[in-house]
């Protein structure tokens, strides 16, 4: 990272955006882990591949937070500081809306998305399919795969190919996973 890289992302503010997600605490995940650490997880992802636009980090740390949190009140996020509508905006973007199939939530987003959302989803992905790790069902890990490499990877493909590589790893692990422990008897997994 270079010294005006840093400093951009020193005068980045993300406290209040993390307060806000602190509503994702408890919140268990179908792929393991809980719904707060993951927005950290899908931030730190981000700045990991070098992306360090404040509107695209804020996301990062509430991504779920209107799909997630029923009784969410979406005037705090927009009210939060000068970028909260940049914020609500890209959020809404990568939100899966009520009357959305997943292929169609995914396909609206490669489709028509903003380049900052499809990296949003990327990062997502990659923190989700690194929490499949933690999860015995290899009927979803499985599932939770074939998706990744229907939706997901076309995106990658779009927007960073460093990404791109982390997905094929991760989805060829993932596959190698459920080929070992799909044959074993319940009671050794």
Known sequence: MTTEEMLRLKGTFLAPYMQLATALIGKVRDGGGNMFRHQLDTMATLIDY???DSVLLKA????DLIEDVPDFNHNLLLSIDF???QVYDLVMEVTRFPNETKPEFLTRIRESGSRQAKILKVADRISNMISLGFVINCEFIS???EETV???????EEVDKAMLNELHSLVESRRKYVSIFSTQEPSVL
């Open 50 to 52: 070098g992306y360090i």
């Open 60 to 63: 990062s740390i509430v991504h």
């Open 83 to 85: 970028e909260g509508p």
């Open 143 to 145: 599932r939770y795969t």
């Open 150 to 156: 229907k939706y997901i990877i076309p995106i990658a």
